[in-house]
């Protein structure tokens, strides 16, 4: 029996269609995340706190993420140009840049979440040390420790025939990937998200019961709970799609063209999780709101204060 082309199949038509719109979300996300980024940084010095120095880094990285990857599969792939494909410099060079990144995005939410696990037990020492300088400090301790974990992709990802993919029979793959890919980029990130959600809605009842939280407080608190919860639950599913993908045996076209559909579900999910946080924002922050209105009327009708 004849197998149907890939280009024809059901499932590679869908994948197609949906890297389509992962190109439209990823569009939406750079704007977003550049609105979170200058916003963000035009915030009067009453609200500039530890907490939204973190939202303007996490910006850049989730701007940077939806760029990249957006660039490269909701635009050129539907084209039908594989820029990793090209040589081998790129198939490295993409792959790295992309693993650095996303790793990035997900690592700054979890600063995010100890940032506040940090100001709810210890406050004394909150006042002391958190601050944007000391926050700009541990961002580029963690920004360095990522890029130096991301580097063995240089040497796993490699250029054969025109085909860009992982070496899986050289040394100590399966050591860095179980360990690296899956344990550092899911795993721990997770587990250290879903920790501190439980102590800071413990904090949160605990606020309500007694009432002595303040506004913003509170605010903030529930913010990151939002964040947190939509971190957590796209990143368990694209892991999980990214498990059963490494699994996956495409030895048929039509096998072959459900790995391209996963691929692409796969993608949105990162897409939307890098996303979102701005309507988080705009909704949950009354300073950010007002900061980001008045930036906007600035820069349209040239009426700054």
Known sequence: MTEIPLELQPRFVQAHY??????????????????????????????????????????????????????RTGILRPM??????KNDVLCRGTWFLFTVVFR???????????ERVFSIKFPVLYKKYANIKNVYKTGLLLSLFIFATSLPHLYYMRWNDGICKVENDL?????????????????????????????????LLQWSKRRSS???????????????????????????ISVYSANYKADTTERLATLYLLYAVHNNLCFINNSVNFIFYIISTKSFRETFIKTITCRIYKKCS
Not at 80 to 85: A, F, K, L, M, Y
Request: aromatic share 14%; with cysteine; hydrophobic share 55%.
């Open 80 to 85: 039908g140009i594989h820029i990793q494909h």
């Open 171 to 203: 040394p100590y793959y399966d050591m860095y990937y179980i360990g690296s890919h899956y344990i550092l980029s899911f795993v721990v990130p997770a587990v250290i998200v879903l920790l501190g959600n439980i102590i800071i809605i413990k904090a």
């Open 104 to 114: 990035e995005s997900i690592f700054f939410v979890v600063l995010l979440t100890c």
């Open 214 to 240: 303040t506004g913003l407080e509170f605010r903030v608190a529930s913010l990151l709970l939002a964040i947190s919860f939509t971190f957590l639950t796209l990143l368990f599913g694209s892991s999980l």
């Open 18 to 71: 949906l890297n389509i719109v992962n190109g439209a979300i990823s569009s939406i996300g750079v704007v977003f995340n550049i609105f979170s980024f200058i916003t963000c940084r035009n915030l009067d010095a009453k609200h500039k706190t530890s907490f939204t120095a973190i939202m303007q880094i996490l910006a850049f990285w989730d701007g940077l993420s939806c760029a990249n990857l957006g660039i």
